[in-house]
């Protein structure tokens, strides 16, 4: 276990909805990042936030946003859902702000669009 | 632009049998890179980066700037390395890794 929780486990939802996925990062750890997983694609960065502020983004579509509370959990907004956007979420943390600070995953959320 | 190439999807060897899991990597600059697996029913995790040069598990990954490489070796291969192995790339002070898409390994008894 690797100490960050992500929810919830499943989603199952209807094109054109919204949906939010919750992450929270190791006791301590300041960074979280998001991961988009599809069948043809892989792992996909997305977007990283570390102490309450964007630090890089990836291949986020603009109909996706995150943000990261001063708790230090963050979620991911999820918005006009397409059937392509069927994926596993994986969030991961860190204690620093980038590389070469090990990222700890978290155990996905899997979204299905229908 | 970087990118990470994991060439086989999908590879098998039989317990005790050496195995290679190939990453090929582009980058003009001098990249940092990881190996990350994930074991049936558990999350990704770092397995072990080119800038320890260390052996975990019994694998070691070698960077290799002339041929853009960085494959994941291990001499002799057990059940329990079955996994789904992932290759990342980082560029120096960047904030997020590239991934491959992954090799699933399978040992065979």
């Known amino acids: 276990d690797s100490g960050v929780t992500q929810t919830p486990k499943h989603l199952i939802t209807a094109t054109g909805q919204r949906v939010t996925l919750r992450c929270s990062p190791r006791?301590?750890?300041?960074?979280v990042y998001w991961y988009q997983q599809s069948l043809d694609q892989g792992l996909q960065f997305l977007i990283q936030?570390?102490?309450?502020?964007?630090?890089a983004k990836g291949n986020i579509l603009e109909r996706f946003s995150a943000q990261q509370f001063p708790d230090l959990h963050s979620e991911l907004n999820l918005s006009s859902l397409e059937l392509g956007d069927s994926a596993l979420y994986f969030c991961?943390?860190?204690?620093?702000?980038?590389?070469?600070?090990?990222?700890?995953f978290g155990p996905g959320t899997r979204l299905t669009v229908t | 632009a970087q990118r990470v190439t994991q060439p086989e999807k999908l590879l098998s060897v039989f317990k005790g049998a050496p195995v290679e899991l190939k990453c090929n990597y582009s980058?003009?600059?001098?990249?940092?890179l990881f190996w990350y697996v994930q074991y049936s029913r558990q999350r990704l995790q770092l397995l072990l980066r080119?800038?320890s040069r260390e052996s975990i598990k019994g694998f070691t990954a070698d960077l290799n700037k002339g041929e853009t490489s960085f494959h994941l070796k291990k001499p002799f291969a057990q059940e329990e390395d079955s996994a789904m192995y992932y290759c990342?790339?980082?560029?120096?002070?960047?904030?997020?890794?590239?991934f491959g898409t992954g090799t699933r390994l399978t040992v065979i008894p």
């Open positions: 006791s301590g750890d300041l960074s």
């Open positions: 080119h800038i």
């Open positions: 991961a943390s860190s204690a620093g702000r980038g590389i070469p600070y090990e990222q700890y």
């Open positions: 990342a790339l980082n560029r120096p002070g960047a904030n997020n890794l590239f």
């Open positions: 936030y570390y102490n309450g502020e964007e630090r």
């Open positions: 980058y003009s600059g001098s990249p940092e």
